[in-house]
């Protein structure tokens, strides 16, 4: 599904976060990724999603080269990211309108979106939130509501930063239930190792532009 190969990047201030970085994510694989703070975990969420450009190497996703901006819709459609920062994914008033956006881009009809939204938020536990003010939520209830709206756009895989910080043990286990009944593949970025015992089936580390198994 994901394979990264000899895969070299920097930021434009000089700071070198990958130099020969490989890695590959096979279809029904369920992977937990950890690292030291500024290792480069949410930049590589970014590169494969092409929010950020390679120095050199290659992206092939879904056996496809990913080189420009073009190459990456159809990435965006099939692989869904759920931000670190629940307010980066979160725009419109409410809840109803938050999970609708995506079902609604990809050409669902508003009759079709509705029940995706019911669908949904009967999932995750958010039935009775969808006319709720999106900023007004609590940081969990935002969390999920930001997993919601990737999962409405029913993506083949699914990239999560940091899905539990800050979580209280109620809102963790929807997070936890979800994945586990409905998530085939997945890569699930965090420091908590408790969560990745039972969400993943193998961790790897990001260190010094090398991924290893923990």
């Known amino acids: 599904m994901i394979n990264i190969k000899e895969l070299y990047f920097s930021y434009p201030y000089g ?8 890695f590959s994510l096979k ?8 690292g030291a703070n500024g290792a480069g975990k949410t930049t590589l969420f970014h590169l494969i999603m092409g929010l950020l450009k390679p120095d050199a190497g290659e992206i092939e996703i879904f056996e496809k080269a990913r080189k420009v901006e073009r190459d990456f819709i159809e990435v965006r459609q099939r692989i869904g990211l759920v931000f670190q920062d629940s307010d980066d994914q979160l725009f ?7 999970i609708a956006f995506g079902p609604l881009n ?5 009759e079709e979106t509705k029940a995706v939204v019911g669908e949904v938020c009967e999932k995750l536990g958010l039935k ?6 999106t900023h007004r939520l609590s ?14 756009m ?22 936890l239930r979800y994945l586990k009944e409905y998530g085939n593949t997945y890569i699930i970025i965090t420091h908590d190792q408790e969560f990745l015992k039972s969400a993943v089936d193998k961790v790897y580390i990001l260190k010094g532009s090398k ?4």
């Open 15 to 22: 700071k070198k976060v990958f130099e020969g970085l490989n």
């Open 27 to 34: 279809r029904g694989e369920t992977v937990g990724l950890t």
């Open 92 to 98: 419109c008033p409410t809840v109803e309108e938050d």
């Open 106 to 110: 990809l050409g669902k009809s508003q």
């Open 128 to 133: 009775g939130f969808e006319r709720k003010v």
């Open 139 to 152: 940081g969990g209830e935002k969390r999920l509501v930001a997993l919601a709206t990737i999962v409405a």
């Open 154 to 175: 029913n993506p083949e895989c699914f990239l999560i930063d940091e899905p539990v910080a800050g979580l209280d043990d109620v809102t963790t286990d929807r997070f």
């Open 211 to 214: 991924i290893i198994p923990r």
